[in-house]
Structure formats: structure tokens, C-alpha cells
């Protein structure tokens, strides 16, 4: 099939954009940033007002979301990462509250419009077949969705295949931009984190499926699976940690129920070495959100362990992960997605893990959560709680076992306090104070 494509430069392609236009532009490192400052130009000049851009995590500068755009840009995201949380937190962008898996809903029931999709794509194949690489999630619907599409052709995007693989007619306008996909970079994993990751490897059983968060936690945990066997990958998203394991054989994926042989994701977040990896790789699929996150498909595959991490619990158990208090800090993401499934799942684990005090000597463990905050893991929906003091199983529990198992995996300067709070919100007439009060 003949592939003599008509590129445009990235200011002509986005002349398609209207003022009260809904833009979806492709997540994390594929976020299309000759496209998105074109765009911003266009504002700057005065030719465009009230339009909404909405994405999942993007890395890079997000300038749609500052000040300056006010009423020129909204950001309404999907997810709130790093690089718009500022703005988010002033009121200048906002956040549309969704389960990951869900966010590719929005679209395809027009809940939310998608009028221009911006994405990236690699160069295409003998077939006419381009791939999103390493952002399928919402960005497949948004192109089947879209009034109209425009693709940046960059040589750096994988060839990833799964639902990643879409014809080029989908596409309307084709821009070449062959600047290299950003890159995130993880530090090595601390003290604390390290005997997180310790903790969580010991609950991580042979032949188990694995969903990890992204971050240090999950880089700590596959640094202690190394003695592992028969591993398989079903999640959200993956980084560099998952490639030794790959390399050892100990991801093999042979004891999953669901494309068993294959890791399955649905965007990366991780260097160049991840996404060269995925590069014609028949071993990775790239599928929808709608189907990585679906909490049935999810529970079928046996032992499935999700991990994820929180920004405080309480004593009930109760976790909150998208804000601190009525500050919006990331999204409900995937979390519970994958918290019901591997729930469901027969002998799975869902596991929340996170440090017990922040660096600055804060307790992430409190009596009562923040006023405001937002509860993404409901105390109904946690199984285990890690910190980097132990492994507790709340299954089952009652409030004052649970209160009790949380205190002892609490930091030590924050245990009397805890205590205290337990005290009088249980009675002294209850268990919790015959059973642990006083008992150092």
C-alpha cells in the first residue's frame, strides 16, 4: 500500500480548532508539543476563546493551563499530574473526577465532546497502520470519537501493537515533528521504600499477575522479585522496573487466564530503554483503558496483585489518593479499578502501600482524614496496608482491629497520638483498649 502522506506544519494543522472546541491531546509522553504550542499561539493571538482541553497525565510544560489562558484555555483533565497541579490548585484548570477505566467512557457516550483529537503516532508500516506507542488509554477513543484528527508522525514512537495499531485513515492531518518522547526519570529507592518493596514482594505469590502504580514504590518492589517465578504483568502502566524481570525470565506471563504470554498496559511512563523495548515487541499489548482497567477482566486472571499507594489513611481505613485535604494532588486514576478487581480475583491481593510519614515527619496515618479529602480506596474496599513497618490484612476486620493492625504498622512518633484518638473514638469500655492500650 502506497504511504505518500501530505504533512502540514503543526500552525496550519490547528487552524482546525474552533473557539468552544473540546481538544483531547495524547497522555504522558506523547503529549504532541509542537501541536500543543501551535495551539497556544493561536490564543495568544487572540483567535480563539472558551476552549476545553482535556487529557490523562501528560509530561512536558502544560502552558494551556496557566493564568495567562484564562478564558482562552480550560483545562478540564482527566487526571491531575504534576505539571498542571499548581494551576489546578488555583482554580485555573480543573479536574473531571473518574475511574481510569472509565475516562475512554466519557467520550464514546458524549458525555464529554471530543471535537479535534491531537496525537502522536509512529511512521506507518507497509499496511497503512500507524500506533499511539506509548499512550493508547483514552487517546483510542478520542480518534473514534473526534470530529477531526491530527497525528504528529515521530520516528521516536514505538511500534506498539495491541489496540495501539490504528489505520491511517482515521487520521485527517498528518504533521512530522521528530523530537524525542520525554522521558521520566526514577531514583533509586530510598530506605524507607526499599523495605516497602520488601514487605510487598513477601505477599507477592509465584505465578501471580501484577498491577503497580507509578513511582518509587512500585521500582522497590519489582527491585525484590528477582527470586520470583511465572510473573505476569496486566496494568495500567509500566516503567523500567519490569524490564530486568522480563530479561530473568521471571515475568513470563504463563499463568495468566487473559493473553497469557503477554505484559499488558495501556500507556508507559519510563526512558528511552522502555520504549524501545515496546518496538515491534509482539510480547506487549497496548489495549484500551476501557479493557486494562475493566475490573471483570481484570479478576480473571488468578493471584492478581494490585499495588498502589496513598497520600494518607486513616484509622479506619480509609484511603485517600487524589487530594490532601481539599487540594487536588493527582486523580482517582486506576486505583479501585484495580483494587475491586484484584479483590475479585481468585487469591488476589490488593495491596495499598505507602511510606508512614512524609519527609517532612508528617504521619501519612491520621485519626480522621483531611476535611476535604477525597476517599479513592473505600474502607469497605482495602485488603492489605503496608508501610515500610509491615504487612496488615484488614479483610474482615472490625473497626477496632483494623484501628489497631493500622497503629502498629504506624511511624513510632505517631503511634501515642493514634492510640489516643482510638481511645476516645472507641470507648474505654471497648476491645481496642483491652487489646492494645498500654501494650508497648
Not at 473518574?98 to 479535534?116: D, H, M, W
Request: with cysteine; glycine share 10%; proline share 5%.
Amino acid at each position: 500500500m502506497k504511504t505518500n502522506i501530505k504533512f502540514t506544519t503543526p500552525e496550519e494543522a490547528v487552524k482546525v480548532i474552533k473557539s468552544g472546541d473540546h481538544v483531547h491531546l495524547s497522555s504522558v509522553a506523547s503529549a504532541p508539543q509542537c501541536l500543543i504550542n501551535a495551539m497556544c499561539e493561536r490564543g495568544r493571538r487572540g483567535e480563539l476563546r472558551d476552549v476545553h482541553v482535556h487529557h490523562l497525565h501528560t509530561e512536558g510544560p502544560a502552558p494551556y493551563s496557566e493564568a495567562e489562558f484564562e478564558g482562552i484555555f480550560q483545562l478540564d483533565s482527566f487526571f491531575v499530574g504534576a505539571n498542571v497541579r499548581k494551576t489546578t490548585q488555583a482554580g485555573y484548570a480543573d479536574y473531571i473526577p473518574i475511574f481510569l477505566s472509565e475516562t475512554q467512557k466519557l467520550y464514546r457516550c458524549g458525555a464529554v465532546p471530543c471535537n479535534v483529537a491531537m496525537i502522536q503516532v509512529c511512521p506507518p508500516d507497509k499496511h497503512g497502520y500507524v500506533s499511539l506507542g506509548t499512550s493508547v488509554d483514552a487517546t483510542l477513543a478520542a480518534v473514534e470519537c473526534a470530529d477531526h484528527v491530527i497525528a504528529v508522525i515521530n520516528k521516536h514512537v514505538p511500534r506498539a501493537f495491541g489496540q495501539a495499531m490504528i489505520p491511517m485513515s482515521k487520521i485527517d492531518t498528518f504533521v512530522e515533528d521528530d523530537t524525542p518522547l520525554i522521558e521520566a526519570k526514577f531514583t533509586e529507592p530510598n530506605e524507607i521504600e526499599t523495605a516497602i518493596g520488601k514487605h510487598c514482594a513477601a505477599l507477592i505469590e509465584d505465578g501471580a499477575t501484577l498491577q503497580m502504580g507509578i513511582g518509587a514504590i512500585p521500582n522497590a518492589v519489582l527491585a525484590q522479585l528477582g527470586g520470583h517465578k511465572n510473573l505476569g504483568i496486566h496494568t495500567e502502566m509500566f516503567a523500567d522496573g519490569v524490564l530486568p524481570l522480563v530479561e530473568k525470565g521471571v515475568v513470563n506471563g504463563e499463568a495468566k487466564k487473559t493473553d497469557p504470554g503477554k505484559i499488558v498496559s495501556t500507556f508507559l511512563m519510563g526512558s528511552k530503554t522502555v520504549y524501545d523495548f515496546i518496538d515491534d515487541n509482539p510480547g506487549v499489548l497496548m489495549m484500551d483503558v476501557g479493557y486494562t482497567n475493566d475490573p471483570y477482566i481484570i479478576s480473571q486472571n488468578d493471584r492478581m496483585t494490585a499495588i498502589n499507594s496513598a497520600l494518607q489513611v486513616d484509622i479506619t481505613g480509609q484511603v485517600s489518593a487524589d487530594s490532601l485535604g481539599t487540594k487536588f494532588w493527582s486523580g482517582v486514576g486506576g486505583q479501585i479499578d484495580f483494587v475491586y478487581g484484584a479483590s475479585l480475583s481468585k487469591g488476589g491481593k490488593a495491596i495499598i502501600a505507602m511510606p508512614s510519614i512524609t519527609n517532612k515527619g508528617v504521619s501519612k496515618i491520621t485519626p480522621v482524614l483531611l476535611p476535604g479529602a477525597g476517599v479513592v480506596t473505600t474502607r469497605n474496599h482495602i485488603h492489605w496496608f503496608v508501610t515500610e513497618n509491615g504487612a496488615v490484612d484488614l479483610y474482615g476486620k472490625t473497626l477496632q482491629e483494623r484501628a489497631r493492625l493500622i497503629i502498629s504498622v504506624a511511624h513510632p512518633s505517631a503511634q501515642e497520638e493514634l492510640d489516643r484518638a482510638a481511645f476516645e473514638r472507641f470507648g474505654s469500655h471497648h476491645h481496642y483498649v483491652k487489646g492494645y492500650m498500654g501494650k508497648k
